[in-house]
């Protein structure tokens, strides 16, 4: 009895749920249609708004309105580079080349604003230069295997000079003089 009971509750609910389906398709396709139909009647519109013209024909408003938009976007692209370009330079991390005893140097900046990987540059031709301790070790002088540039004798060691070039660079972070002439890359 109980069994025939829940098996009558299930067709009955089984009836609604396939009503409420029909009840909910049909209006939704019924929408699609006249959805679809509204679009095609905007696409129609426009292909004739093309085809017309106004003083000047339609095309030439759209082409100038292109370009005007492509110019746009690159003006905007180009400022916010050049925005992030600021905002990088503006950071300590991107000191990393300077002028010290009429060489270039050049380093990388550690999250810790230390530096590391030091190394000296030709200032003629950029080419990488090569240390030579004196005899006597006391002083390093810089000699460019390219166009055949020599420095002075800087009167210390090698390891000193890399050393002093270190607390050099912190110390114009410090005192932040590295921001007034940041030398081209
Ligand atoms: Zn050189």
């Not at 759209?62 to 905007?76: H, K, M």
């Not at 990088?88 to 300077?98: E, N």
């Not at 080419?127 to 009167?155: A, V």
């Amino acid at each position: 009895m109980k069994k025939t009971d829940h098996s009558i509750r299930n067709s009955v609910v089984a009836t609604l749920i396939a009503t409420l389906i029909i009840a909910i398709v049909k209006p939704m396709r019924n929408m699609a249609i006249v959805v679809f139909k509204w679009l095609w009647q905007i696409i129609l519109a426009f292909k004739a708004h093309l085809g017309s013209t106004a003083s000047v024909p339609w095309w030439l408003v759209y082409a100038v309105l292109a370009i005007i938009i492509l110019l746009l976007s690159r003006a905007i692209r180009q400022a916010l580079q050049s925005l992030a370009t600021d905002v990088a330079k503006a950071s300590p991390l991107s000191y990393t080349t300077d002028h010290f005893h009429g060489l270039v140097w050049r380093w990388r900046m550690d999250s810790d604003f230390q530096p590391y990987r030091i190394s000296t540059f030709c200032p003629h031709c950029d080419m990488q230069l090569r240390p030579c301790s004196s005899g006597y070790g006391y002083s390093t002088q810089f000699h460019c295997d390219k166009c055949g540039f020599s420095s002075s004798n800087i009167e210390m060691e090698t390891g000193q000079l890399e050393e002093w070039i270190s607390r050099e660079i912190q110390r114009k972070l410090r005192t932040n003089e590295w921001k007034q002439e940041l030398p081209n890359q």
